[in-house]
Every structure is written in C-alpha cells, then in structure tokens.
C-alpha cells in the first residue's frame, strides 16, 4: 500500500510539473510578450523592463520556471493591479465561497444520483427507468447556464418561490445563513453533475448485476436486497470514485458559469471579472490554482479506488 | 465404426448454425441502431436542423449584416417570425446563421480532436512501453488543466474567430480521445488475432491498421458523436460569457449573452429560448445518436 | 424415499427472438450419501438442471412444468423467502471459475461468515470462527491466518476450497458441483475431487456431480444420467454405465474418446453434426439426426426412459449392448456385447531431424511503476529446454499451467524472443532472424491458436482471413489465392460457400477448422498447435483429432502438439515431453512414457488424470502429487519438482537432476531417484528404485 501510495503521488507530482510547464508556455504564446501580457496593454516600458527584470523573463526557461515555482511555492500567486489585491489573498476571499457551492452541488447530486441509478440498474427498462434515463440526456444535453437562467426565470421571476440571486456577502456564514437562496444555485449546479452519477452508476450497476459472484451470493441464500447493497453496490462505487477524479474541469466550469448567473461572489465570478477586465495575474493564478486542485483531486480519486478494491492494494 | 469426417454439405445441413442471409457489417449495425426508435428521432432532428440552418435563409430571407435600429426588439410578426434582436436583426434569421456557426464549429471541432485524439492514443498504445508512459502523462496532464478557464483566457487574448475557435475547442477535447483509444489498443493488440498477423510474417503497421483500428472504430465514431455535442455545449458557454465569436458573425451562445438582461426584464424571451431550445435538442439528438451507436457496435460483437 | 426427487422437469428460457427449452422433460433422483454424476457435453441442460434446483436461473428463465423434491417438501414451487431459507442451509452450491465467483472486495473470511449468518442466529465473532474451522476442513493450510485475505491472493485450487468452505458452512444435506474442476490443473482437479468425496463421507452429504468428463464421472460417481439436448438418455450406476452402455450417444461418446484409441492410434469415432437447437427441437429422438443406428421410427416418435430393469434406464428404441436383469440387486450383463473389430494403425516411419532446439531460455521481467521500471523480479518460464522433431511425426508437449510449453511453441514461430538459446530448423538458426528473413521462415512454421474465438478478426470474413497469409507473403494472383482458399476450406472439411461468413457464425468445432486451415495456407512443414482441442466437447474434438490426424498423413506434415490433456497428447502423438515449471522432466516415445513413466511427476500426471474406467480409477492409490505449483518467479533450487514429490531426498535441493537415458528408445528423464533402470550400467549415482 505504501509503494502504491508513493508511486501515485509521484505521478502526480510530474503532471504537475508538465501542466505548469504548459501553463507557463501559454504565458510566452501571449502576443507582445509575457511581461506585456502579465501587464496588460496600457505598460509603460519601465513598467515592462522593471517586470522583465523581476520575473527573470529575460533569462531562459527554465530559470523562470524554478522562479516561478518557487514564488508559488511561497504563497505569492501575483497581484492585482485592478483589485489593488494580491491574488492570493483575493482567493482566501472567494475560495471558501466557491466550495460551499461546489460541495453542496456534489453532495446533492451524489446523494440523488447514486441510488437513483442503483434503482434504474434494478428497474431496468421499466417506467422509472425510462423517466430518469430521459432526465440524464437532459442534463447532459442542457447547457449549465441555461438551465440556471430557466431556473430563475420559472421560479424567481414569474413565480417568487426563490431569490433570483444568490446570498451576496463576503462571509461564508451569512451566505449559509440563507438557505432560500442557495437552492437554486445548488440545483443548477448539480444538474449536469446528476446525469454523469445516475447514468455511470446504472451501467457499473448493470454489469456486476451478472458477474458470477452475484450468483454465488445468491446461491448462498442472499436476498436481493443484501446482494444488491452488501455485493454490487460497493463493487459499483469504483467507477464513480474515479470518474469524479476526473469531473474536476466540469466542477470548475460549473461553478463559473452558475456564479455568473446568480451573481454570486466566489472565484468564478471573480475569473469571470478578471476575464472582462484582462486582468492576467487572476486569471493566470486561479488557473493554476484549479490545476494543481485538479491533479491532486485524481490523486485522491486514485487511493479511494485503491481502498475500494483490494486488487490495487495487493 | 466406420464412420467418417462428414461432407461439406452435409456438416452444413446437419451442424451449421442457422444461415441467416449474409448481411455485412454496415448493414447489421444499421439494423441495430435503427432498432433505436430515439437515435432515429434523434437522425430526423438532426437532418431538419441542418436543413434549417443552411437551406433556411434561401427561403427566409433577412438581413444578417446590417443593424436597423428602429426595429430593435420588436415582437414576432408577420415580418418577423420570431421577433428581431437589439440590433434589430430578424431572430430567426439569426437563428439559422447562429445555428450554421454554431453546428460547422462542433462538427469541425470534434472532427479534429478525434482525428488526432485517435492517432496519438494508437501511436501510445501500440508501442506501450516508455513511449505510452510518457505519452499518457502528457494526456494526464491536459485532463488536469481547467479547460474552460483556459479557453476563457485564450478567448479574452486572441478575440477568435470560428475557425480558431474549432482549434481552441478540439485542442482540450483530444485529450479524453487520446485516452480512450489508447485503452482500446491496449486491450486489442493483446487479441490474439493481432498476433496471428505476426506469426504470418505481416508487419506491425499492417496489424495497427487492417485488425486493431477497423476494430476500435466503432469506440471512435461514438466518442465522435458525443464530441459533436460536447463541442457545442462549450462554445456556447463562451458564446453566453460574451466572449465567442465577433459580430456579426454569431451562434447560438452568444445569442444568449444577453441572458441576464432578461432576467432584468430588458430583453425579451424570443431572445432567449428559442436558441438555448435548440441547442439542447441538437445536443440531445447526437447523444441519442451515440448512445444507440454504442449498442449497435456492442451487440455486434457480442453474437456469438 | 430420495433425498432428491427431480420429476418431469421443465426450464424454458426466453431469449429476444425465441425461447430456449434448456431443460425439457428431465426425472432424477438422488440418495442421501451418493454421488450423482450428471454427465453431457455443452448445451444438453445439465448446468441449467442444476440451477433450476435451487431457482437460480438467469434472466430470463423459468421452470415451466415438473417438480423438484428436497425429501417431501416440494422446493420448485416455494416463495422467494422460502427458497432462500434453503439456499446455502439445504443444499449448496460450487462453480466452475472460483476466481469470478468469489466477491473481489471481500475477504474469504467474510464471504464464508456471510453464508453462516445468513442462516443460523450466531453473533458476527461465532461466524468467524466458523468461517476458520470450514476452511480448514477444506484443507486450506494457516486458516487463521489467511481468513482475512481477499480471493485474488490465493491459487486456483486453494480458491475452490475456500468455495466449498462457503458451501458447507452450513452443513448442507446436499451439495451441487457445477464443473468444479474443469478450470483446474489436473493435478490440483485430483485433489479437489478428493476433498469433496471426503467431505461427502463425513458429513453424510450427497452430492450432485455436473461435469462433461467422463473420466471424472468413472471416479467419482455411484450413478450416472447422461443428458442430451435437455433430457436424459441414460442413468445407471457407472460401473453398469462404462461396462455396458445402451444409448447409442453413450456408445459413440465412448468410442470419441482419445484414450479408448490410444493402443491403436486407429481413427477416432466422431459423431457427425451437431446437437440440437433447443428453440425449436426436432420431433422424435433428440439424437436420431447424428445416430448411426437411426431408423425411421426414431425420427418420428420419441422414446421414454425405460429399460429391463429400473437399475439401468435409457431412451431408445434400438440400444445398443447387452441384456441386462437385477439379480438379487445387481445389475447383471445377460449376453456380453458383441466385441468390435480393432483395425491396428500404421506407424509413420520417422524421418530427419526438422527442427532442433536447444538449451532454450525464457525468463519474463517482472517490472513495476509505469515510468521509471524497476525491475523486482523474472519469471523463469523456460530453463533450458532441448528436444528435437522428425519429421512427418507428432511431438507431444504435456504440462500443467506455468509449466512453460505455450512460451516454447511461442518461441518456435517467433512471437517470444529466447533469452538464450537456439532452434534451429532445418539446419538453419531461427531464433535470432528478423525482418525479411523471419517473414521467409514463416512459411515453413505456422502455429495454431487455442482459443479460435480469440484468433480470428471478428470483422473479417473466412475468405479474408485465410488470404491474409498469402497476401502478407505475397504469393500468387488474387484468383489464385481465392482457389487456395477454397481448396484449404474443403481440406479441413468446411463448405467452400462459407467464405463470406463472419468468424462468430462457426460453431467451436468449425472455428478450429478454420483456424488450422490458416495454418496451412503457407504450405509450413512445421504446425505448431497450442491446446487446439482443449476448448471442444469430446465429439467435436475427436473430428478434429481426426482431421489433424488425416491431414498430417495427406500432406506430410510435422507437429509440436502443446496439451494438458495427456490422454490427447497420447493418443496423437509419436514423442511425448513432459514439462514441469519450464524444466522438461521426460521425453521419449509415447508409449515408453505413458507406461512405463521414468520422473515422480509423470507418474502423478498419469496417475491423477481421471480415465474412463471405473474399475482402474478406483483402484488408483490416493497418494498422488502434493502441494501447489511453487512460484515461477522463485522456483525451487535443484530439482524444481521437489516440493512436490514424494521421493525427494536432500540431493534433490542441491544437486539439479540431468536428463539421462532410462527404458528403451532414447527415453529421457532427470530424477536422481528415476522409477525405471537407467540404461548405462555405470550409473555412479544413487540406484535406489522405488517401484
């Protein structure tokens, strides 16, 4: 376990390295320069050769990678000129925002995904089956800023039943505080989410459903309902746990377009403005910081798999 | 006990398997998937909108390229079937370019990243070894980058026009096409009959390409199928940020970039629906299409 | 009154277009202590009888009619709740694949304690150490310690075990053995046997024995009911089965078998066609289409299960053999059968050494980590290996799994590389060629695959596939090729026509004809054939044993015939080399080998594999060969064959046995403690013989 453990994060750690490579080449595709990029249209060129000089693009690659890294490594993601803020400290803003919107989305379609495709897999092919097989093609078919606009549009502007905008604070406590608001943000957001869960876990369900042990456990005097949750569904949930390591673009994506939408104040409505504003230094240091959640997101999805089946381990 | 071999026709007429009429590949997976009463909807749909998009404005006519400001807004009408815009373009005729930018870029897009996609996850499989290792991280690495925020960045540089928009698109989905053919070729050069060309003295390039790539093929036109949808999902999410293709160029998603304003109330609603309407039904019309696909590749091969 | 009462029995299954009558019409019984041996090839409903006991179809079936007794409680019509009361309490079940049927996320332990909690009301700790004491009733060695291990760290035959434990925890009156052995080596099959025949005897158990091996049902079973196309034919007790069978299907399994042939190596009985098709089945008797004794009567009517006596039942209206009555409850033969007319077979005169290897090595990496690959260990698959093939003759390569024989015929056509060593074919070297000479060599060696669902393109057509070969090598027109193929199709006995079928339209039979018509399209003088019949029912395989045979003499062709099957491998062969944990241990003439064996661990093959003949399997000692297969990645030192054998002495550990000459006819063996006389007289070594 620990060698798997070891050379798992080692992998990770060299996508890593790779993806910020990548990223750092994306900052010299820029035309007119890095620095002019970093800077914006409007530089002067002391402003340009003083920044030139500061994040060493006058000296090759590499070394301003390591620089780069090293920053990072520090804590220091670049600053705002626009917000007059660092990034870092413009993420310890809006960060914890966003994860309540992400977490509570993940839950939510999790807690109704899973087990509705574990009721689809054994209903197969009846009514049930039919309806929730039809509610998934839609929402992968539904764009996620549609479906928040349709949301708003039925149920906070022609009806009241909600708030049309998210809870607007700085503080994560006053947007909890506010649960009426959050609805339908978190419904939006899940939406798509839902589908993916429900219909992986109907097909992962479906194929252990008539693997041989299945037949043993029930030659053994199992009933259905023990074959189904104490066999199948543990033996389901690995396909799920890997492919939500992989969901974490989408889980990102979702939330810049949903915090669009409801004007809700977390960093994809931040991305969103830096993005209207061509502020780079955001935009760049959210990337970034996605990124590395993202590979670290597999990593973690890679030891769940690993403690799910015992084959991995061994 | 002196019975023999039997003959040719009588081993046909006593053990064969019951002959039914010799169709060939294309034709059996057609049965399939015709089977399929949504993935034949979802055909229909497809080919209307198609029609809708290309052939429309040969019958409805409007103007696509200059602004008339009078009419800004103005409701459906005899004129104007769907109403015109803020810029007083007809709507429909608006959808029908919308819908021709917005379809050329999914199919394009989706085109290229499974074209490339495909050979480079063949390349990795077949050769295994380092060069998949190294290969696959790479493709490890391009799952990890947050496409849409970089796409967003891209778009906020270069301000794009279709044809680098379909570049843009393709270049984060090859990734998950890549991995995917690079799985199939892993599993089928391990098949025995890849290895029977090789005790026959064929060559491995002879293997990849008559055994291993007619065998994946039928992953690769489903992965291609559901790209065509995902490709136009995420131009319109740009198009909706505002930062999709440039006037007076338009598609579907940038027709909703004034979302918000409706929920304020300013625009009105034959602004909106009728573009996010259809791209869902688009979308839902080629996932239909690819799911029905898939079985009809699956049970194919599973008759035994 | 029976402990099982099968009455009229009716399984149908629905299928998309049509429903399959799996099992039509079936009337069993079992005793209480006996074993019932349920014997028939693919298709004939033996598994979905078994099934149907305990209502376990799949999707999609049903019993439609008859009835199923467990005493005088009637199972076959009881609720889901009820049945599952039975379930693994009553009755329990094996199958055949213990590595798909145990759970891959749940220790053994669990697996085992879920079977007792599911029926006695004991706390999860009591489950638990019964799980431990059933597991080491089933002789898994350190029960305690390896109850919480999960299924993939166990062997083959160690995870069967842990599935009868599972079986038996409850103490059932009944067990159902589906092919419990067929996935087995032969070696680990014997003892897996005898496991449940003990168990069966302790704890007065009874047993339903499901398997298509005949010799398994001659050694194992008190009676036997032969099934065909969803009914039974025949049902008596064995010895009356083998020494005097009635049904004409009975007969021509028999005389299909390659043991029954092996003296004479004369042609195998094959019987003609195929079963039939269960959806719509033909009127009259099932079996009237492929018997040689059909008569119009029995095409139109169906004969019942009826016999002299009702010790020995069959359904026919012509049976074949001898009388039989019940005299004072024996089953006794009135007028002996009368004995066939042997035709002795004609002995290929050897000719020149065809291909020669030598000291062939193949080790495997062991490698971990996908970028930075470390190596943690080899895997030593062949250690040395040196034989040599006449031409126009069968060299017969026996062994169980890991043994080695597949990597060497691997390496004979090329797709492994020796780490060391040489063949030579021909006189010339192949083993290190490349290219353009390696594609030249491939017409003179060709290789059959095993599994022939596995080698052939699913999308290519038959045509295709056999053109391939020649296109690769560039021979001939394409009209000239397409008359190659066809004349190839009609050599293995395949309709010319067939051309445009797709691979998944051969029945198995006709697929390994199809493959072994590949083979032949470069005109090889070499076939390597690895396991070709192993995947056949007995009367598929004997048509393909006889089209090698015939073939072999029509176009002068040479074999290396790879088995585990040594009762195939006997009867085909010329020269038998016996391989054990990549060391060949013996080779010499087939005969000198298989009767008067020379290395412990041929004798235990012989010995363990189960024959057609009651009488001999019961009089077989129970001592056989031991133990597991050890590790391929640390075999043992000195003779690999020691942790298993019941001869070894110290030398064996240190000293690595030599192949030295024994019996007549360059019979070869490496045993310090060989079981026949060395031939030279100046043996220095220990000649202690044990008999």
Redesign the interface.
């Known amino acids: 376990m620990i060698?798997f453990l070891i050379?798992r994060i080692g992998?990770a750690l060299?996508v890593l390295v790779i993806v910020t490579i990548i990223v750092l080449a994306l900052v010299h595709l820029f035309p007119g320069g890095p620095v002019k990029a970093l800077l914006g249209p409007r530089a002067t060129p002391q402003q340009l050769a003083y920044y030139t000089q500061l994040y060493g693009f006058d000296k090759p690659f590499y070394e301003q990678y390591i620089k780069w890294v090293g920053q990072m490594l520090q804590g220091n993601l670049g600053y705002s000129d626009k917000l007059n803020q660092s990034v870092t400290s413009l993420i310890g803003q809006d960060l914890p925002k966003t994860i309540v919107l992400v977490l509570l989305g993940t839950i939510v379609s999790l807690l109704l995904g899973i087990p509705l495709g574990v009721y689809q897999a054994v209903r197969r092919y009846s009514i049930g089956d039919y309806v929730l097989t039809g509610i998934s093609f839609l929402g992968y078919a539904t764009p996620t800023f549609f479906f928040g606009l349709l949301l708003v549009d039925w149920f906070a502007v022609r009806t009241h039943i909600f708030p049309p905008f998210a809870p607007n604070s700085s503080s994560v406590l006053t947007i909890l505080g506010d649960p009426r608001a959050l609805v339908l943000p978190v419904v939006a957001y899940a939406f798509l989410l839902f589908a993916l869960w429900s219909r992986y876990m109907r097909s992962s369900v479906m194929d252990n459903l008539?693997?041989?042990?299945v037949?043993?456990?029930?030659?053994?005097?199992?009933?259905e309902r023990?074959v189904i949750w104490?066999?199948v569904f543990?033996?389901s949930l690995v396909s799920i746990v890997t492919l939500l390591g992989l969901s974490l673009p989408t889980l990102v994506a979702g939330a810049i377009f949903i915090e669009v939408v409801f004007n809700y104040p977390g960093m994809g409505l931040a991305f969103y403005n830096a993005a209207e504003q061509v502020d780079y230094q955001v935009l760049l240091g959210f990337t970034v910081l996605a990124t590395a959640a993202t590979v670290v997101g597999n990593l973690l999805a890679d030891i769940g798999y690993a403690m799910?089946?015992?084959?991995v381990r061994? | 006990?002196a019975?023999?071999?039997?003959s040719?026709?009588?081993?046909?007429q006593?053990?064969?398997?019951?002959a039914?009429k010799?169709r060939g590949?294309v034709r059996r997976s057609w049965d399939v998937f015709a089977e399929n009463r949504l993935a034949l909807v979802g055909l229909g749909f497809i080919v209307f909108i198609v029609l809708f998009c290309f052939l429309g404005p040969v019958f409805y006519q409007t103007n696509q390229s200059t602004t008339d400001l009078i009419n800004t807004m103005c409701p459906p009408s005899g004129g104007h079937l769907l109403g015109c815009n803020e810029l007083g373009y007809d709507q429909l005729g608006r959808l029908m370019a919308g819908g021709q930018t917005s379809i050329e870029v999914g199919l394009a897009a989706a085109l290229v990243a499974v074209s490339f996609g495909t050979l480079y996850g063949a390349i990795s499989g077949f050769f295994g070894g380092?060069v998949d290792?190294?290969m696959?991280?790479v493709v490890d690495a391009g799952l990890s980058l947050p496409s849409l925020m970089v796409l967003i960045i891209a778009a906020v540089i270069f301000h794009p026009s279709p044809v680098v928009m379909i570049f843009a698109i393709a270049v984060f989905y090859w990734f998950a096409v890549a991995r995917l053919v690079r799985g199939e070729t892993l599993t089928l050069r391990t098949?025995?009959?890849v290895?029977?060309?090789?005790?026959?003295?064929?060559s491995k390039l002879?293997s990849v390409i008559?055994?291993v790539l007619?065998?994946a093929i039928g992953t690769i036109i489903v992965q291609a199928t559901f790209a065509v949808a995902d490709s136009i999902l995420t131009l319109s999410g740009l198009g909706f940020l505002g930062l999709g293709v440039s006037a007076p160029a338009t598609d579907w998603g940038s027709m909703l970039s004034g979302g918000l304003n409706y929920l304020q109330g300013s625009d009105p609603w034959w602004l909106i629906y009728p573009p996010g309407i259809l791209i869902i039904l688009t979308c839902i019309s080629f996932n239909f299409i690819g799911d029905a696909l898939r079985d009809a590749f699956e049970t194919r091969?599973q008759?035994? | 009154m029976a402990l099982l009462q099968i009455e009229d029995l009716h399984t149908n299954i629905q299928l998309k277009d049509g429903v399959v009558h799996a099992v039509d019409g079936v009337t069993l019984h079992v005793d209480e202590g006996e074993t019932l041996g349920v014997v028939g090839e693919s298709g004939c409903g033996k598994t979905m009888t078994a099934l149907s006991i305990?209502n376990?179809l799949p999707?999609g079936g049903h019993i439609t009619g008859g009835s199923v007794k467990l005493g005088d409680k009637t199972i076959s019509t009881l609720d889901?709740?009820a049945m599952?009361?039975?379930?693994?309490?009553e009755i329990?079940?094996i199958?055949q694949?213990p590595l798909?049927?145990?759970?891959?996320?749940?220790t053994v332990g669990k697996q085992i304690a879920?079977?007792v909690l599911?029926?006695r009301d004991v706390s999860k700790h009591d489950a638990y150490e019964r799980a431990i004491e059933v597991l080491d009733m089933v002789g898994l060695p350190r029960a305690r310690e390896r109850v919480g291990e999960?299924p993939?760290?166990f062997s083959g035959g160690m995870r069967q075990r842990v599935?009868i434990a599972?079986?038996l925890a409850c103490e059932p009156k009944l067990l159902i053995a589906d092919e419990p052995t067929t996935a087995l080596d032969v070696t680990i099959q014997k003892q897996i046997l005898e496991l449940i025949d003990d168990l069966r005897h302790r704890l007065g158990m009874a047993v339903i024995l499901v398997t298509h091996d005949l010799g398994v049902i001659a050694g194992r079973a008190d009676r036997v009911a032969v099934m065909y196309a969803g009914r039974v034919v025949e049902t008596t007790d064995t010895a009356a089965l083998f020494e005097n069978p009635r049904h004409p299907y009975t007969e021509a399994l028999f005389?299909a078998l390659p043991e029954k042939s092996a003296e004479t190596r004369e042609?195998l009985?094959?019987i003609?066609?195929?079963p039939p098709?269960l959806v719509t089945p033909p009127p009259g008797c099932r079996f009237a289409?492929?018997c040689?004794y059909a008569t119009d009567r029995c095409r139109a009517e169906d004969p019942a299960l009826a016999g002299e006596t009702t010790a020995h039942t069959y359904a026919c209206f012509f049976p074949v053999g001898a009388h039989e009555k019940t005299v004072a409850g024996q089953l006794v033969v009135v007028e002996p059968a009368p004995a066939?007319d042997a035709v002795p077979a004609d002995v290929p005169v050897a000719g020149d050494v065809v291909l020669s290897a030598k000291d062939l090595v193949k080790d495997f990496p062991v490698t971990?980590?996908?970028?930075l690959?470390r190596k943690v260990g080899t895997v030593s698959a062949v250690a040395g290996v040196s034989f040599d093939i006449r031409k126009g003759e069968t060299l017969g390569l026996v062994g169980e799994s890991g043994c080695g024989k597949t990597t060497i015929g691997r390496m004979l056509?090329?797709?492994e590389k020796p780490t060391s060593g040489a063949v030579s074919f021909a006189g010339k070297d192949l083993a290190r060629s490349s290219g353009r000479q390696?594609?030249?060599e491939?017409?003179d060696i060709?290789?059959m695959?095993q599994?022939s669902?596995?080698?052939?393109?699913?999308?290519m057509r038959a045509g295709s596939i056999l053109r391939?070969?020649l296109i690769?090598?560039h021979m001939g027109s394409r009209r000239e090729q397409q008359a190659k193929v066809r004349e190839m199709l009609?050599k293995v006995?395949?309709?010319?026509?067939w051309t445009?079928?797709?691979p998944?339209?051969?029945?198995g039979g006709?697929r390994q004809r199809l493959g072994f018509a590949?083979a032949l399209?470069?005109n090889p003088q070499l076939i390597v054939a690895d396991e070709p019949v192993s995947a056949l029912d007995v009367s598929i395989q004997a048509?393909v044993l006889?089209?090698m045979r015939?073939l072999q003499r029509e176009l002068g062709l040479t074999y290396l015939f790879i088995s585990h099957d040594l009762s195939v491998v006997r009867y085909l062969s010329n020269h038998i080399g016996v391989m054990y944990l990549g060391k060949l241990v013996e080779i010499g003439t087939a005969d000198e080998v298989y009767l008067r064996p020379a290395h412990p661990y041929t004798k235990g093959l012989i010995e363990s594999a189960p024959t057609a003949d009651p009488a001999a399997e019961r009089a077989k000692v129970n001592e056989g060969i031991t133990g597991e297969l050890p590790s391929a990645l640390h075999p043992p030192t000195g003779c690999r064959f020691r942790t298993r054998c019941p001869l070894a002495q110290e030398i064996c550990s240190s000293v690595e046995p030599e192949l030295k000459p024994y019996g007549v006819g360059n019979h070869l063996a490496a045993c310090h403690f060989a079981l026949q006389p060395p031939v030279e007289a100046t043996a220095p070594t220990a000649t202690e013989q044990v008999p």
């Open positions: 060698g050379r992998q060299i008539v693997q041989d042990y037949r043993t456990a029930r030659a053994k005097g199992a009933s023990q104490g066999h543990r033996n799910l089946d015992p084959r061994y | 006990m019975n023999v071999t039997v040719a026709d009588e081993l046909a006593l053990g064969a398997p019951p039914k010799r590949l380092v290792a190294v696959m991280r098949r025995e009959y290895q029977a060309v090789k005790v026959v003295g064929g002879r008559r055994h007619p065998n091969l008759r035994r | 305990m376990l999707v889901a709740a599952r009361s039975i379930r693994g309490n329990g079940m199958f694949d798909s049927s145990l759970n891959p996320t749940h879920e079977a599911l029926h999960y993939h760290q599935m599972m079986a005389h042609r009985y094959s003609p066609g195929a098709d289409p492929r040689r066939d971990r980590g996908a970028l690959r056509v090329g797709l390696y594609r030249r491939r017409r060709q290789y695959f599994d669902y596995a080698s052939l393109d699913p999308r391939e070969p690769v090598q009609g006995g395949l309709p010319a026509a445009e079928r797709f998944h339209e051969f029945s006709q590949r399209m470069l048509q006889n089209m015939d």
